[in-house]
């Protein structure tokens, strides 16, 4: 039973165009989201998260974007950079369970220079 | 600022070894959470140590167990190796607010063979 779902293995861009990377739950005591970048031999490395209470997060050129309804989430990168080239997880924690990250499958991304 | 550090890097046991592996959380976390991640795969939640306490396990047997130490470092220690337990560890630190998120290190290679 997956309650983090990364439905797209990979995704394609081309530089300077917006990445937009989807992840879906079906937990709904999930209250933080988060999302994670990962490069081949290393740990991965965080991005952005939001909280339940919010709709929208914004770092820079990355965006996260919550749809409680849908249960839906979205990470958008604007404009893409050749660098961001890597694979990126979703990861959702539920309230009273600090710690205990719950992540998807990822998503690859690759910028086409 | 220091970040999260994890050793070894890589190590190779054999299958009812015993295996001992390290993380130094990053200056100012005083949370440590584990993660195993099988090749293709998101991470898997392990367990989670506050205040030198397990705080939360997920779906793992009890040869998993883990310390924390009052410099907030731990330890994942695996008893009876299986062959299943070839994976990527994580180790995580956080404040307890976790308002920065979790900082992940690079992982340690475990190879059962």
């Known amino acids: 039973d997956q309650q983090v779902k990364q439905n797209s293995p990979s995704l394609s861009v081309q530089e300077g165009r917006i990445s937009i990377l989807n992840c879906d739950y079906t937990?709904?005591?999930?209250?933080?989201f988060l999302w994670y970048k990962k490069y081949p031999a290393e740990g991965p490395t965080f991005l952005i998260s939001?909280?339940?209470?919010?709709d929208k997060n914004e770092d820079g050129r990355f965006t996260v974007f919550l749809n409680k309804s849908a249960k839906h989430l979205s990470l958008h990168i604007v404009p893409s950079q050749p660098g961001d080239s890597a694979v990126y997880f979703c990861?959702?924690?539920?309230?009273?369970?600090?710690?205990?990250?719950?992540f998807g499958k990822g998503t690859k991304l690759s910028v086409k220079p | 600022e220091t970040g999260v550090t994890q050793s070894p890097t890589h190590l190779i046991k054999t299958r009812g070894q015993q295996v001992t592996l390290r993380c130094s959380s990053q200056?100012?976390?005083?949370?440590v959470s584990w993660y195993q991640q099988a090749l293709g795969q998101g991470p898997q939640f392990i367990f989670q140590?506050?205040?030198?306490?397990?705080?939360g396990r997920g779906n793992f047997p009890p040869r998993f167990s883990g310390l924390q130490f009052p410099n907030y470092s731990s330890e994942l220690n695996v008893n009876a190796l299986e062959l299943d337990d070839s994976a990527l560890y994580l180790c995580?630190?956080?404040?307890?607010?976790?308002?920065?998120?979790?900082?992940f290190g690079s992982g340690t290679r475990l190879t059962v063979v």
């Open positions: 140590y506050y205040r030198e306490e397990e705080n």
């Open positions: 937990n709904s005591m999930f209250d933080y």
């Open positions: 939001i909280s339940s209470i919010k």
């Open positions: 995580a630190s956080s404040s307890r607010d976790r308002v920065d998120g979790y900082t």
């Open positions: 990861a959702a924690e539920k309230g009273g369970s600090q710690g205990n990250l719950i």
């Open positions: 200056s100012g976390h005083n949370t």
